[in-house]
């Protein structure tokens, strides 16, 4: 699957203290932006449009159904990244995120990105319609973003077990942002390891399937011989109003850190690669989902 990783940063007129999380504005911004950048019809839902196959707002923000029978999901060609180290507790006058976009069309779908999110600065954020710049300050593993090459910038991420290597031991799961997901019909912290592989395993394959490379006839089994050894987990829930309900509804999920003790098989970990790259569970395009991971091989 290729895929595309660029770091933003949105600069304030003057210093902002959010009482909703950042994320959700970014998405916000970009849904909305991006629709009035590239939707000739402002009148028509989405849903009832004739050109919502061939509408690049559609194809990115109303996402599609997963390609593989069993997903049952909605899949999107983009998800948000929290980035380390901001005190979002005080005003500040920078906020930095990063946007990943997977599949064939990163090169035409990231110069619309880039216009949405520099344009809403333009026209200001929030009720006091805030201006803010907006820059890319690293694009894949570069930091010289100007003149860069987007091609050469694209990377692969692809379903090969046999780039993993297996080991016994312990590794941490450390949530950046809640990790979201239902297990036996309902959110919660009493889940099992099964529970969280089937998760992060569903995810992967949906993404793959829709918008790389999954191979449909591989068998995954899941690890008996892990086991959640240490749990330290709290539910988090953030506010978010949806214009498309008309009200104030609840996203949330788990936080907190999560150790996971045994035999890990290369089939494991190329799975926990992949939530950590490309985050986990539900609601990845409000943020949701990024997690960090230790391993610890035992001796």
Not at 169 to 184: A, E
């Amino acid at each position: 699957m290729k895929y595309l990783s660029f770091t933003c940063k949105m600069t304030f007129s003057e210093p902002i203290k959010f009482s909703i999380n950042p994320l959700f504005l970014v998405r916000s911004i970009l849904g909305n932006s991006l629709r009035r950048e590239s939707c000739p019809y402002r009148g028509v839902k989405c849903n009832e449009c004739s050109d919502q196959l061939s509408c690049l707002y559609y194809k990115v923000f109303e996402g599609v159904m997963a390609k593989n029978e069993d997903a049952g999901m909605k899949v999107h060609p983009f998800s948000l990244h929290a980035v380390d180290n901001q005190d979002l507790k005080r005003a500040i006058s920078e906020f930095y995120f990063k946007v990943i976009l997977y599949g064939e069309d990163i090169s035409s779908i990231y110069p619309y990105l880039y216009v949405a999110f520099a344009k809403a600065g333009e026209a200001g954020i929030l009720k006091k319609r805030i201006p803010y710049s907006f820059e890319v300050v690293e694009v894949g593993q570069s930091e010289t973003v100007a003149n860069i090459s987007l091609k050469n910038a694209i990377e692969n991420w692809s379903e090969n077990i046999e780039d993993y290597q297996g080991f016994k031991g312990q590794v941490r799961i450390s949530t950046i942002t809640p990790l979201r997901f239902k297990f036996k019909g309902h959110y919660g912290l009493d889940f099992t390891n099964i529970d969280l592989f089937s998760c992060l395993k569903r995810r992967m394959r949906a993404i793959l399937s829709t918008y790389g490379e999954c191979d449909e006839g591989r068998e995954y089994y899941f690890n008996k011989d892990i086991e959640i050894a240490k749990k330290d987990l709290r539910w988090v829930d953030y506010g978010h109003y949806s214009s498309r309900q008309k009200d104030l509804i609840q996203l949330g999920g788990v936080m907190g850190d999560m150790v996971l003790e045994g035999k890990f098989s290369p089939q494991d970990m190329m799975i926990l690669d992949f939530a950590e790259r490309f985050s986990a569970g539900k609601s990845v395009v409000f943020g949701l989902g990024c997690i960090e991971l230790w391993k610890k091989e035992e001796r």
